[in-house]
Structure formats: C-alpha cells, structure tokens
C-alpha cells in the first residue's frame, strides 16, 4: 500500500525533531568522518538495484522502535502503526559485484526496517526503483545497511546511476534498464573505488595516531602543571625557612647582646655581696 502524505509529513518532521533535539541517540560518534558512497559501497554488505513492488505494515518490534514511546521493543506501542512498513522489491540486475546475496535477477525479495525512525529515516515509494545498501540479520531478515550512519537507499537517477554504474553486470539487467549503462570511465572508476579504502584507512590511521599525540601531549601537560605546583611549593617552602633562619638568626643576636651587657655587671654585684657579709660579721 502507498504511504499517504500525512504520514510523509509527519516522518519528516519526526526526522527533523530528532536531529534539532539532540538526545543521545542521534549524537555520532566522536570520531566520525563522512565517507563517499563509493567508499561505503565498499562496505555494505549487499547492493542491489531493484523496483518496489508492493508496500506492507510492519508491526511494532525490534527494527521498529521509536525511544521516546513507551513500551519495550515487541510490545504494543501507541501511534507508531503507520510509521513502519516493509517492502516487496523486484531485482532488475544481478547484485553488485562483492554482494553477499546470491540470487539473479528477477527474484523477488521483502526487505524490513522501513519508515520514520528518531534520528533518520529509510523511505520508499510503490512502484519507484532504487539503489539499496542491504544487510541480513541472524535471522536471514534484509534490512537497510546505513554505512558509516549514512544513507542507504537510493532514488533512481541519472546521477546515482552513474555513480553506481561500476557495480553491475548490466549484461545481466532487465531489457527496460539498457539506459543504465555508463561503461565509458567504468576502469577509472573500479581503480577510484580499490583506492577509496586504502585511503580512507589512511587517514582514519592518521587521525588515530593524531588523537593519541593529543591524548600524550595532554598528559604531559597535565604531569608538567603538576611539576610545577610543585616547585612553587618547594621554593616557597624554601622562602619561609630563609625567613625564619634570618628571624632566629636576629634573636640569637639580641639574645647574644643582653646576655653579653647581663655579664659586665655581674663582678658589681658580687662585691656588693662581700662587703654586706663582713659588715655583718663585724657587728656580731
């Protein structure tokens, strides 16, 4: 069944709230970098050209979970009816080279995990064709392969099929999509996508290493502030005891000055004591 436009509506504005919102579910990760779609075609798992047939419902469960309602995943949840469906799809080539999906074209699939999520949304339109990046669960169920948080279906254009015109065989493709095929710079694009890896763990190789010079300069700064403090406390340390030792330094002058006046007057006063002792023995 075709989505309406309300529902469309609300998805976008679904999507919309939850990237101004900025909950901890829609936050990427610290380290992430945007990649290509040639690089993360590289990736996904399985790539398939293919026309939707048919649109489903989908119950609320495990791949169709929205944070903010209540209600564990598998439970019922109030709401969130429309805003999950799956897809009957039609292969109209073989999958891409390296795909882990081995059926010709033709075949027809159901691919779950559609509709408006929090943070993004996987959206179809009956009777529209599409490139997929898909990935299979445990449970042989295909699902979207959002690569590196990025987009995984993609809309039938001109663009897109040049773009993805390298990953087919179109020997292979249906007689209605003869107009696929870009073959002219197909070698300079097979060399583009063999580098796009190699590259890209590069540089994700020299941003770690970067990261990890950060984290080490850190710490010695860190370890260099503490060396610090602590040579301010030793020298201030220092400062006071130079202070009390020129302190004890002055009292043991003027202690050194009173005991020094305190001894010429002491030889006055023991003949003061003499003389008072003879008197008195002459008296007697």
């Not at 075709?2 to 990427?28: D, F, N, S």
């Not at 939707?52 to 979970?65: E, F, T």
């Not at 990046?133 to 099929?161: K, S």
């Not at 990953?167 to 003869?178: G, I, M, V």
Request: aromatic share 10%.
């Amino acid at each position: 069944l075709p989505v309406p436009v309300p529902v469309l509506v609300l998805g976008l504005v679904l999507v919309l709230a939850g990237r101004a919102g900025g909950g901890g579910g829609c936050q990427l990760p610290a380290e992430w970098r945007p990649l290509s779609e040639g690089c993360r075609a590289e990736l996904a798992a399985i790539i398939v050209y293919a026309r939707v047939l048919a649109l489903h419902p989908d119950p609320y469960g495990a791949y169709n979970y929205l944070p903010w309602q209540g209600g564990p995943p598998g439970g019922p949840q109030q709401g969130a009816g429309d805003l999950f469906y799956s897809a009957e799809i039609e292969l109209l080539c073989d999958q891409a080279w390296g795909s882990m999906l081995e059926v010709p074209a033709g075949s027809r699939l159901n691919l779950t995990g559609l509709g408006y999520f929090s943070c993004h949304s996987h959206t179809v339109m009956q009777g529209y064709s599409y490139f997929f990046f898909l990935r299979m669960d445990e449970n042989y169920i295909l699902l979207p392969h959002g690569v590196n948080f990025q987009e995984a279906i993609f809309p039938d254009t001109q663009e897109n099929r040049r773009m993805f015109a390298s990953l087919f065989q179109f020997s292979n493709c249906s007689q209605a999509q003869h107009m696929l095929s870009f073959s002219s710079d197909w070698e300079i694009q097979e060399d583009n996508r063999l580098m796009c890896s190699s590259v890209q763990k590069a540089l994700f190789e020299e941003e770690d290493r970067v990261k990890k010079l950060q984290q080490k300069v850190a710490t010695l700064e860190k370890r260099n502030k503490q060396l610090r403090d602590r040579v301010k406390k030793v020298k201030r340390s220092l400062r006071q005891a130079r202070k009390n030792s020129r302190h004890m330094e002055l009292v043991n002058r003027k202690l050194s000055e009173k005991l020094s006046s305190a001894g010429g007057q002491i030889p006055y006063i023991n003949s003061l004591k003499q003389e008072n002792s003879h008197g008195t023995y002459l008296k007697v």
